[in-house]
């Protein structure tokens, strides 16, 4: 057998696999000669089957199947010694009047191989890194809510500016008929709130479906429908009042702290407002870290330029999609998946040249912290380590987690690496900022 490569450019490369007979001949023949052992075939004994028969009958199949087998583990084997970056596989050339009646054959195989490319990290202008603060309004409206949730309802008779109005909204023709509370601050304009402000249990009151809340997930709530059918609809609909009912807010004394954080962990107002501070910041680190590694992607792709064997790889998503693609459908699949790809290879090449390969001690002292914290938020904040041994063994034992987790920890590796070596400015800002900025 004899392996050759021809480099037809970087990219590109054609693999050529010379088999003789001698390097098949003497497996067909014991495969045959077990067949000819166990053929069962009328006329004959068995075992006593004559070899010209069974090599008729069989000889062809089996020789195919071998010399595929040999090409096949010849040609990895050429792959890995090589050391060949590959994209995607090789690709068999076709090639016209081949004959199976030979003693030798000739394959040819076209390569797609991977380009040599340096990262570019840095461009010419720093990556913002956000850093997201609970401010003193957020912090306020978190306590109030706090309040109201501990807090009680009085009865009233006559209704006032934010209080609770229960009753039903009817219109006959959309056949909409839906008991409902109304928040008297998440009704919009003075136009509508008038027409609650005085109203008592019994009263009806007409109202225009269109702008009458500040958000339209409560106009899809208030009337039982779904959200197309809530897009710009304007239609009347009657409220009958069936309750009226002020929140008095709880106080913010150390009952209301105990229930909430656990006995003596909070201690006054000041500490709430710190805690509510560092528990929003935690969750908002979250979302900012998201951010940085989505935006290093987009930099590190805008930045890192290099070639791809295109042509190849249209030919070869054409060659192993699961239905036949014509030459533009596989240009299209080509294009959707080439950013992907891109990065793909940028990120290959950050892990491989930074030794940030995942291990499984790694992985499972990932998993641990993981279950930890979800434990802590059930209120186990001191799990002993055997225990967290044995449910990070059991989730480990799971393929689909095992790479959910794996994927978690790569994530937080890269970002690590992008924060000591990318250029970054820290912005602060607060949470609507933030939404401003990135959701433009």
């Known amino acids: 057998m004899n392996i050759s490569k021809e480099q037809l450019d970087e990219l590109n490369a054609v693999v050529t696999v010379d088999i003789a007979k001698e390097d098949y001949s003497d ?3 014991k495969i045959l000669s077990d067949y000819r052992k166990n053929a069962n075939i009328p006329g004959f004994r068995k075992g006593h089957v004559p070899m010209g028969l069974v090599k008729k009958q069989y000889g062809k199949a089996v020789l195919v199947d071998e010399v595929n087998k040999l090409l096949q583990d010849a040609l990895n084997k050429y792959l890995t010694e090589e050391k060949l970056d590959v994209l995607g596989n090789p690709l068999p050339k076709e090639q016209e009047n081949f004959d199976w009646d030979t003693d030798n054959y000739s394959f040819e195989f076209e390569l797609g191989l991977a380009p040599k490319f340096e990262v570019k990290l840095n461009g010419k202008k720093a990556i913002t890194h956000y850093k997201i603060v609970a401010n003193d309004e957020m912090i306020d409206n978190q306590i109030k809510t706090i309040q109201k949730q501990y807090g009680k309802l009085i009865s009233k008779d006559v209704v006032e500016k934010d209080d609770l109005v229960a009753g039903s909204f009817v219109n006959e023709e959309k056949e909409i008929d839906n ?38 997930h409560d106009l899809i709530s208030a009337l039982k429908i779904n959200h197309d059918e809530a897009h710009d609809l304007n239609i009347e609909v009657a409220f009958t009042v069936s309750e009226i009912n002020t929140q008095e807010l709880a106080d913010l004394d150390q009952e209301l702290f105990d229930k909430l954080y656990g006995a003596g962990v909070i201690k006054s107002v000041t500490d709430l407002k710190e805690k509510i501070k560092e528990d929003a910041e935690r969750q908002f680190e979250q979302q900012s870290e998201q951010q940085l590694l989505n935006d290093i992607t987009e930099n590190v792709l805008e930045n890192t330029k290099f070639d791809l064997p295109n042509e190849f790889l249209k030919k070869w998503i054409r060659a192993t999609g699961e239905k036949p693609l014509t030459e533009d459908e596989a240009k299209d699949e080509f294009e959707k998946s080439e950013k992907g ?3 793909q290879l940028i990120e290959g090449k950050i892990i491989n040249d930074n030794n940030l390969q995942v291990t499984f001690e790694e992985l499972k002292d990932f998993a641990k912290e993981l279950i930890k914290g979800q434990m802590a ?14 449910i990070a063994a059991r989730i480990l034992s799971n393929q689909e987690e095992v790479k959910r987790i794996s994927e978690q920890l790569m994530s937080k590796k890269l970002l690590n690496y992008y924060k000591e070596n990318a250029k970054l400015k820290i912005k602060e800002v607060s949470f609507d900022e933030f939404i401003k900025e990135v959701y433009k």
């Open 27 to 29: 497996k067909v023949e």
């Open 179 to 216: 008991a409902f509370t109304v928040s008297l601050d998440k009704i919009k304009g003075k136009k509508n709130l008038d027409k609650f402000i005085g109203a008592k249990v019994g009263d009806v009151i007409k109202l225009k479906t269109k702008g009458l809340f500040a958000d339209d």
């Open 341 to 343: 790809l891109r990065y």
């Open 377 to 390: 938020q059930f209120g186990q904040n001191s799990p002993e380590d055997k225990e967290l041994e044995d």
